[in-house]
């Protein structure tokens, strides 16, 4: 047989489809990935250029200032992590937890049980400390944790995607100091959405993603890291166990020595350099306003159609609603019908919340009242038809 024979052969029996790819339109309304401004999508189809680049390099200190803005910090290491937020989440256990170490993790929701199998995997002792889904922890239930497991780490989700909690963060840096142990916090779903403050709140370890908030294709994973955790990482007994997430080769590529440490998703950067860029543009104040009012807008609409909230108030997210299912419904029909017909995504419910929560996204590019007037119309028109 020839090449070419074989060739043909292969996709045949294959079925190798060669016709160019055309992405159905839809709204991003789930829990993530949002849909991603326009700017950055032409960002991201910019021709690549060598991750050694100068030009790169210039483009590398810009997205590490833009995210040290976002966060409000001042960290030396801030940086995006090449690949998705879990692999962000993962640098901030590898990087400071050694074999032994105690790590307390307060669960309220799907991230914070991701959280502790981590910690697990790298050898740590784990705790944990739970509440219901849908609610938050107290400074008191906190300090308690810390008096009785006397942890290493403390880790914790700020803005609980699976639950729609936002976690009131003043007061737990503090305790962290207090009882001589470091902080992680998830901001993954809080990130350029609602009031983030890493200094200010004395966090030590923070990671996030770029298809929420910041309205960049998944890809990157948005880190940083204090002195304080710094010095962990350098007292460490042994090497961080993971090669690829070590901050400490890492610094020596997205530091002052630019030193080769793996090949850069380059066009990734292009896009997350963007979507910062226009966040700076608007005023970190500006966008945490304008998700906070579209978010109250979406609950007052869907409320005064008979629909109840899962989260109070005071704790709620604006920037990921989790709206009960009305009883007598068939959720995933609706879902489905959304999707089909409308082009619209919104995401079920997690663990504990499958089949009782619907989960609607207002992130970043996607938080416009035009968006929340069409789900708000949707489900006015649509959802009695959904009856079982």
């Known amino acids: 047989m020839s090449t070419s024979q074989a060739i043909s052969s292969i996709d045949k029996n294959l079925g190798i489809a060669c016709s160019p790819i055309s992405v159905p339109e839809r709204l991003l309304l789930g829990p993530g990935p949002s849909n991603s401004h326009p700017n950055v999508l032409k960002a991201l189809a910019l021709q690549p250029v060598g991750h050694l680049d100068p030009f790169y390099i210039k483009l590398m200190a810009e ?44 669960i309220k929701g799907y991230f914070g049980n991701r959280l502790s199998d981590m910690a697990s995997r790298y050898k740590a002792e784990v705790h944990t400390i739970e509440k219901q889904w849908g609610e938050a922890f107290s400074l008191e239930e906190l300090e308690n944790g810390l008096k009785k497991y006397k942890p290493d780490v403390l880790a914790l989700v700020h803005a609980e995607t699976s639950t729609g909690v936002c976690q009131p963060m003043e007061g737990i840096g503090e305790l962290c100091r207090q009882y001589n142990c470091l ?9 350029g959405g609602v009031p983030l403050y890493i200094d200010d709140w004395k966090i030590d370890l923070a990671y996030s993603c770029s298809q929420k908030g910041l309205s960049c294709p998944p890809g990157l994973g948005p880190f940083t890291m204090n002195i304080r955790a ?159």
């Open 183 to 191: 902080l992680i916090v998830d901001t993954v779903t809080s990130l």
């Open 230 to 388: 710094e010095e962990k990482l350098l007292n460490r007994k042994d090497k961080v166990p993971n090669w690829y997430l070590d901050v400490s080769l890492l610094n020596k590529y997205w530091g002052s020595d630019r030193v080769y440490h793996h090949t850069a998703p380059v066009n990734m950067n292009f896009g997350i350099r963007e979507a910062l860029r226009l966040l700076l543009e608007e005023g970190l104040e500006a966008s945490w306003d304008r998700h906070r009012s579209n978010a109250e807008i979406l609950w007052q609409g869907l409320e005064e159609l008979g629909m109840k909230m899962h989260v109070k108030p005071e704790i709620r997210l604006a920037t990921l609603t989790t709206v009960q299912i009305p009883d007598g419904i068939d959720s995933k029909a609706f879902a489905s019908h959304l999707l089909n017909h409308h082009g619209i995504e919104i995401g079920g419910g997690l663990g504990t919340l499958g089949g009782k929560v619907w989960r609607i996204g207002l992130m970043g590019y996607n938080s416009r009242i035009e968006n929340v007037e069409k789900i708000l119309d949707v489900f006015k028109t649509d959802l009695s038809k959904f009856k079982l």
């Open 63 to 106: 997205v590490q200032d833009l995210l040290r803005y976002t966060w409000q910090t001042n960290n030396r290491l801030t940086l995006p992590m090449s690949g998705t937020g879990s692999a962000a989440m993962e640098a901030t256990i590898a990087n400071i937890v050694e074999p032994g170490d105690k790590v307390l993790v307060a």
